[in-house]
Structure formats: structure tokens, C-alpha cells
């Protein structure tokens, strides 16, 4: 059993010059607390002697029985690391950031300040309960935000995402034993599935209206890249040989306007299939530029911006190629590209390399729907086994 004992203190110097005072202090209107008789001692893991007073001996009790069973189960944490203000908690897991990009620190930053620490900045740690996260996320659903317009459920669950790493940090670092910000139901945007998968000649169409930037909208609905890498492709990336695109970067938009160039994610690193009927316009397109060379540009001939491209080239080809209605937009053509490889025959893990999805998990939590069913090629196939294994085993017996 682990060693936690109660002291009694009634008649320790002490306790007996704290209550002196107490009384004294009483009689001039002092409502201040009585000092605890009750000291429940323990050594933490560290070695280190541990106590707390109580008044009551019932409470004295609860707490050394509470504190023993973490010891013994090895969940104990120190109670006085739970009175840390979730603002000091937030500020060193902030700090400790090392692998977001700068826009998504920009955006953590944005929403610990905003809706975050106005929320939680004074409470304790340890006095988060889940009911209070509970409260807080029906708040930001029905109350407008800072900005006088009604949260999306994507910030919302963006703003609970950073409270969640915030307590995530705090149990990591032994201040909590739990989090107070799992298992709760997060509203949905209703449009997260409105997916649009354009045909063949559908695409050839916003291709044909697209004029001379068609072989840009040939890359997004077939190759299923995202705009900030499509972007940033350079030519050197392009190995028409070889029938591949590489996608090591990609540009995001800063905060106060401009693009920046970063390397994206580990698992999203990876090497696209070019179709071989897009290589003839790519091989034109790039002709003779140096490597480093950007494939697509904007009229100044550097980076195309996203709202360049959307206006001037875009929208009209959409509107053009009689798409207007589908409410189609650029990343949507991912969709596009993911429908048409599965349609091909593609499989989960082709479209997962192609996408740059953390794991095969999430391209079937998106796309698993397009997937044709194959439960009678199994059941064809496991006839065939079992035929030839009775046919073997006749033989065998003949």
C-alpha cells in the first residue's frame, strides 16, 4: 500500500498559534476559514513529501484513501500542478509548437485569443470539467462570434481542437489525469458532403472553356492535387518521362495578404500519376524553362493566386462549360479526381498516395461510398478454392 497517513495536529505549536490567531481575528468579524486540524501527508514519486490540511476529518479521509489508490495505480498527480491557470498552460503548450507552419500557429493564436483563454484563462486545470466544455461548445453554437455572425461548426471545432491540445499539454505534463475535452458531439457543417463528381466530358468541357489555362484544370480533376500545391508546382517536378508529378510544396496565404511557400506535411510528400494523354500539353506548356521555373503563373508571371485564378479563370470556365449550378470549386475537383480513379479501378491505397491522405482510414471515411461492392467476386473466387480443394481431395481418394 502506498504510504499516505493523516496527522492530527491538535496539539502541534503551530496548529495551536494558527487557531489562536483564528479566534482572535473571529471576534473582530474575520470570516476567514478555520485552520485545518487534519493534515493528510504522502511522498510523491519523486520522493518528495507532499501534504494538505483539512478542517473536517471526513475530508481528511476521502483525500488519503483518493491519493493512495493513484498512487498505487500509478494516475496520481500532484494537486497543486491542477491549481495552474489554463492561460499559463496554454502559453507553454503554445511555445512549444514546433512542427505547425506559420499560418496554422497564426490560426492556434487567432483562436486561443479570441475564444479560448477569454473562456478559460483564469480557471484552474483541474477545474475544468467535461459538462463546463459541454456548455461552452452550445455557447459558441448559438452565440455570434467576435466578428457579429454565427460561428461555423468548422471554427467551432477548430476552437475545440486548440482547447483540446491545450488539456492534452496539461495531462502530458502531470498537471491533470484526464481531459475534460474528449468524447463531445461537435456540430456538422451540412455541406461537408456535398461532394461534386464531374464525367469525363464534363471535365473536357470546363477544359475546352478554360482556353489556354485547360491543361491547369487537367491537372486538378485528374491528378487530384490541392490548389497551394498545384501552385507552387515547379517545372523541375514535372517528369513527363516518367509520367509523374512530385509534390513537396505548396503555398498557403498569409495573414495581412501574400503567399508563402512551405514544404507540405511528411505524408503528403509523395508522386502523382500524370495521365499520358495530359503529358503532350504539360511538355508544351513548360517547353524549354528552367527547373525551378513555376508551371503556372499569374499575368505578372509569378505565383497564380488563388483569387486570381478564381476569377479570371475559374469561374467563367465554369459558367462557360454550363457547370454553374453544381456549385463547383477548385478543391472540389479533388472529388472529381478521386471518383474517376475509383471508377478506373483504382484502389484505396492508390487514391490515398494520390490525395497525400494521412491513411488509407481517412480516403475511405471520404470516398468509401465510391468503391463498388465486391462481395460476389469474393464469394466467386471462394468457390473456385473450394471446387478445386474437393477435386484434389476425390483424386486423392480414388
Same mark, same amino acid.
Given at each position: ?9 491538535? #496539539? ?57 489508490? #493513484? ?37 492556434? #493564436?487567432?483562436?486561443?485569443? /479570441? ?31 467576435? #466578428? ?12 475545440? =481542437?486548440? /482547447? ?33 463528381? =464531374? ?33 507552387? /508546382? ?53 517547353? !524549354? ?38 456549385? =463547383? ?46 462481395? !460476389? ?22
Amino acid at each position: 500500500m502506498a504510504r499516505v497517513w493523516i496527522e492530527d495536529r491538535a #496539539r502541534q505549536k503551530d496548529y495551536l498559534a494558527a487557531m489562536e490567531k483564528w479566534r482572535e481575528a473571529k471576534k473582530a468579524g474575520s470570516k476567514r476559514a478555520e485552520p485545518g486540524r487534519w493534515r493528510v501527508r504522502w511522498y510523491g514519486p519523486d520522493g518528495k513529501p507532499k501534504a494538505l490540511t483539512f478542517a473536517k476529518l471526513p475530508a481528511a479521509e476521502k483525500e488519503r484513501q483518493a491519493l493512495a489508490e #493513484r498512487l498505487d495505480k500509478g494516475t496520481y498527480r500532484d494537486p497543486k500542478q491542477g491549481k495552474t491557470l489554463v492561460s499559463e498552460v496554454a502559453e507553454q503548450w503554445f511555445g512549444s509548437l514546433r512542427r505547425p507552419g506559420e499560418r496554422t500557429k497564426g490560426d492556434y #493564436r487567432e483562436l486561443l485569443d /479570441l475564444y479560448v483563454l477569454p473562456k478559460w484563462g483564469t480557471w484552474s486545470v483541474a477545474a475544468v470539467r467535461w459538462e463546463d466544455v459541454s456548455e461552452w461548445l452550445t455557447e459558441l453554437c448559438n452565440t455570434p462570434g467576435k #466578428r457579429g455572425r454565427v460561428l461555423s461548426p468548422a471554427r467551432i471545432g477548430k476552437t475545440h =481542437l486548440v /482547447l483540446s491540445m491545450v488539456m492534452k499539454y496539461a495531462v502530458k505534463t502531470g498537471k491533470i489525469t484526464t481531459s475534460p475535452t474528449v468524447d463531445h458531439e461537435l456540430p456538422q457543417d451540412e455541406d461537408d458532403d456535398d461532394h461534386v463528381y =464531374l464525367t469525363h466530358a464534363q471535365v473536357a468541357d470546363l477544359v475546352e472553356a478554360a482556353g489556354p489555362n485547360g491543361t491547369l484544370l487537367l491537372v486538378l480533376a485528374y491528378c487530384g492535387i490541392r490548389w497551394g500545391e498545384v501552385s507552387a /508546382l515547379r517545372v523541375g517536378r514535372v517528369q513527363l518521362d516518367a509520367r509523374r508529378l512530385r509534390i513537396v510544396q505548396a503555398y498557403t496565404r498569409k495573414r495581412g495578404g501574400g503567399l508563402l511557400l512551405k514544404d507540405v506535411k511528411n505524408h503528403e510528400k509523395r508522386s502523382v500519376p500524370l495521365l499520358a494523354s495530359v503529358v503532350p500539353d504539360l511538355r508544351a506548356l513548360v517547353g !524549354d524553362r528552367g527547373p525551378d521555373r513555376l508551371v503556372f503563373t499569374g499575368q505578372d508571371g509569378e505565383a497564380l493566386g488563388y483569387g486570381e485564378f478564381r476569377s479570371s479563370i475559374f469561374d467563367p470556365a465554369v459558367k462557360a462549360a454550363g457547370l454553374a449550378e453544381l456549385g =463547383l470549386t477548385p478543391h472540389k475537383l479533388r472529388h472529381t479526381a478521386a471518383s474517376l480513379a475509383i471508377a478506373a479501378g483504382a484502389d484505396v491505397k492508390v487514391v490515398q498516395q494520390m490525395l497525400g491522405h494521412k491513411s488509407a482510414a481517412m480516403t475511405l471515411d471520404v470516398y468509401g461510398h465510391l468503391f463498388p461492392e465486391r462481395l !460476389d467476386e469474393v464469394a466467386d473466387a471462394l468457390d473456385i478454392g473450394r471446387a478445386s480443394a474437393l477435386a484434389a481431395r476425390t483424386a486423392l481418394a480414388a
